[in-house]
């Protein structure tokens, strides 16, 4: 079992900038991938970004691609999403993912049911 905790959600004005930290505890390893996903009200959960554990490859949705960096620090077991020129079509809840690096080859790393493990989200809101 992987446990997630997210944290660092909020109210943020448009053009501002947050981050979010996801803990990962529990049987964590190498083999793993670790994911942001967001939903925002009404709409089904998409992928944002992923991160490989082990080499730091790093995966981004086209919307985000140059506003948001994925990073890791593996001595902290924490993998963060730094959000810049944020946008009101950013709003929504982000969800951590975890799964094993096996189940998420190719374009599988950007459907949801392909993750086993995931937080319980944090709330971000940009306003205009």
């Known amino acids: 079992q992987v446990q997630l905790v997210e944290s660092g959600g909020g109210l943020v004005q448009a053009g501002g900038s947050l981050r979010l930290s996801c803990a990962a505890s529990g049987r964590t390893s190498s083999g793993y991938h670790l994911a942001w996903f967001r939903q925002a009200p009404g709409k089904g959960r998409d992928f944002v970004s992923a991160?490989?554990?082990?080499?730091?490859?790093?995966f981004y949705a086209d919307s985000v691609k140059g506003r948001f960096t994925i990073s890791r620090d593996s001595a902290k077991n924490t993998v963060y999403l730094d959000m810049n020129s944020l946008k009101p079509e950013d709003t929504a809840v982000y969800y951590c993912?975890?799964?094993?690096?096996?189940?998420?080859?190719?374009?599988?790393?950007?459907?949801?049911?392909?993750?086993?493990?995931w937080g319980q989200g944090t709330q971000v809101t940009v306003s205009s």
């Open positions: 991160i490989t554990w082990s080499d730091g490859f790093t």
């Open positions: 993912a975890a799964g094993s690096r096996s189940k998420l080859l190719g374009n599988r790393k950007y459907s949801e049911s392909n993750y086993d493990y």
